[in-house]
C-alpha cells in the first residue's frame, strides 16, 4: 500500500504566500516524478508543477516565477512553495507521484486534495 498525504492548504489573501507538502508513506522502493495538480471548480484537472527524480522542474505557465517545486527524496516529500498568490490560484490542490512498490508495479498515485482559496 501507498499513501500521499497533503497539508498547507487554506484562506490566503492575494499577494500572499501558502507552502504546501505531500508526503509518501508505505511500501515504496523508488519514486520518479512528483507532481503538484490543481482542479477549480468547473475547470479539468491541470499540472501546476512537476520534479523528477534527477531534480529537473516544469511548471505552467501560469505559476511561472511565482511557484517552486521541491523535493527531499529522503523523506518522500515533496512541496509546493506558491508565492504573489492571486485568486485565480485557488483549487484544490493534489500531488501526486509515480512509484515503484517494493514487490509491486510502477503506478501513479494521488493524494486526497487540499484546498487553496485566495479571496480579501
Known amino acids: 500500500q501507498v499513501q500521499l498525504v497533503e497539508s498547507g492548504g487554506g484562506l490566503v489573501r492575494p499577494g500572499g504566500s501558502l507552502r504546501l507538502s505531500c508526503a509518501a508513506s508505505?511500501?515504496?522502493?523508488?519514486?520518479?516524478?512528483m507532481g503538484w495538480y490543481r482542479q477549480a471548480p468547473g475547470k479539468q484537472r491541470e499540472l501546476v508543477a512537476v520534479?523528477?527524480?534527477?531534480?529537473?522542474?516544469n511548471y505552467a505557465d501560469s505559476v511561472k516565477g511565482r511557484f517552486t517545486i521541491a523535493r527531499n527524496n529522503a523523506e518522500n516529500t515533496v512541496d509546493l512553495q506558491m508565492n504573489s498568490l492571486k485568486p485565480e490560484d485557488a483549487a484544490v490542490y493534489y500531488c501526486s507521484e509515480d512509484i515503484v512498490r517494493r514487490y509491486g508495479p510502477q503506478e501513479w498515485y494521488w493524494g486526497q486534495g487540499t484546498q487553496v482559496t485566495v479571496s480579501s
Open positions: 508505505g511500501s515504496i522502493f523508488r519514486i520518479y516524478d
Open positions: 520534479i523528477t527524480s534527477g531534480g529537473s522542474t
